[in-house]
């Protein structure tokens, strides 16, 4: 359960970081389980989302030189990651953000490697999934040490609040807001360095971005999502085996079309 500070602090600002939900034994299995996942599954690394994004938050000569590994779906590969999205700790943090009922909706690692691990561009999570209302919460679980210049997530204070806004969206890029207006160089954000265990608990309204990991270190962080179960997602099928999975309280009949097998 998080302190009525820590609820207001999430409603003001659209983020807030929480130590402590994890002990230290579940952190290492769960760091080492994924770092087993990346080298049973991924042994590739990507450069990271795609985009002429790329233009704007790096230099000429190394917009093509970035890497990234992203993994969808761990606990398809390990079931320490099936069990933390009925974690007590994180979901009881959850339910003081967002109520008594909670669905879980998807989780993937972020991983930046070492030196030129990937940036990400000023966006909301909003134009990934979007849903018919405010109450979604991207919880970013740190595997690692995480200081600023290994490409910590950045957010925005306040920017929740203005719902979704339009990105720049097609199939040459992901999401991103147009660059001249949303810019680490024209937007203030706030750096949000964390420790391994460390859990940021994001609206999926709140712009935020990162910069590249510029440490010889890995920076593993998994972003796991979940909504209330009111919430439907708009423009997909409704068959997805995304939000169905309760992992706190009930799902009530008008909540959901009634899906049969
Ligand atoms: O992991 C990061 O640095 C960026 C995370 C992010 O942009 C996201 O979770 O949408």
Redo the contacts with the bound molecule.
Sequence with gaps: MLSREQVSAYHRDGFLKVGGLFSDDEVAELESEMRWIVDEWWGEDSIGWRGPWRDHYLPPGEQKNTKAVFISNPQYYSAVWGHIIFHPGLIGALQSLIGENIVWHHTIL?G?PPERGTP?PM?Q?YPFYPHNGPNFV?C?LHLDHTPIDS?C?QAVPGSHQGGPLEHITGDHTRPYLPPDTYHPDLLSSKAIPATAGDVIFFSYYTI???DVNQTDQWRK?V?IGFHTPEMRPIGIDQQTPNNRLLVAGVKFHDQEPKLTY
């Design positions: 972020h930046k990400f966006h999570d991207d970013l490409g997530l935020h971005w990162s962080s972003r």
